[in-house]
């Protein structure tokens, strides 16, 4: 009878220890799952997009990546740390672990590709640590474009603008009409960014119809726009 006992104990143990060997994380598989990161982070210090930087992160407190100027105050006030089991919960459902943060990521769903993701930042948080560098096609795959070293068709000579029209002239020659609501204007301050007084054009469509006109500085928008048709 003590036998028949004990058999749905190991059971239940065999089934938590398999549980657990496939929630181990796979930094490879993780730097895959980071492409999807990577459109609001980097892996580079100081280097922040729409979130911050996530150099480093493993062992950080929440809120606290140097230069980032855009934390709400729920991840300002919080006193998490980032660990396996906070980074865990928060990608699984970023608003709900944590609600009152901007993160817009609804989550990631499956055990495995979160544990994979937080082995990868693990592993480059260690790497950091001990001097090395994340080398290879990924970070590449991930990196911004450098706009001061842009070719003339992507260089702004000149932008028009007549009635709801605006007509971009490139340094090549061409100019480029969009419809008003489909130009968006930027900037960029980093060192990636134009030069001063030279603006990007980079496109925001597969159809060409939609694009961004990126400045260096803010001052530089209306001054460059001219109303004349």
């Known amino acids: 009878m003590a036998r028949t006992r004990w058999l749905p104990l190991i059971g239940l143990l065999i089934v938590a220890v398999a549980h657990r060997a496939d929630a ?5 598989a993780g730097a895959q799952v980071f492409r999807t990161c990577a459109a609001c982070h980097t892996l580079e210090p100081g280097v922040h997009r729409t979130g911050p930087s996530l150099a480093s992160v493993f062992g950080r407190k929440a809120g606290a990546a140097g230069g980032f100027r ?4 729920a991840l300002r006030s919080t006193e998490l740390v980032w660990r396996e089991d906070t ?6 459902n970023p608003r709900g672990y944590l609600p009152g943060n901007r993160m817009t990521f609804p989550g990631l769903s499956d055990p495995q590709t979160r544990a994979d993701v937080i082995a990868y930042l693990k592993q480059t948080t260690e790497r950091a640590a001990a001097g090395g560098e994340m080398r290879g096609g990924m970070m590449a795959a991930i990196d911004l474009a450098d706009l001061k070293s842009i070719g003339p068709e992507g260089q702004v000579a000149a932008i028009r603008y007549c009635g709801d029209t605006y007509g971009v002239t490139t ?3 061409p100019t480029i009409q969009f ?5 968006r204007f930027k900037t960029d301050s980093s060192d990636k960014g134009p030069r001063p007084g030279q603006p990007a054009l980079l496109p925001a469509s597969m159809m060409g119809d939609r694009a961004f006109v990126i400045f260096a500085a803010p001052e530089e928008i209306s001054a460059f726009i001219k109303s004349r048709c």
């Open 70 to 73: 855009r934390y709400s105050n």
């Open 179 to 183: 419809w008003e609501f489909n130009l």
């Open 24 to 28: 181990a994380g796979d930094p490879e």
């Open 87 to 92: 980074l865990n919960g928060f990608l699984a």
């Open 171 to 173: 340094v090549a020659g």
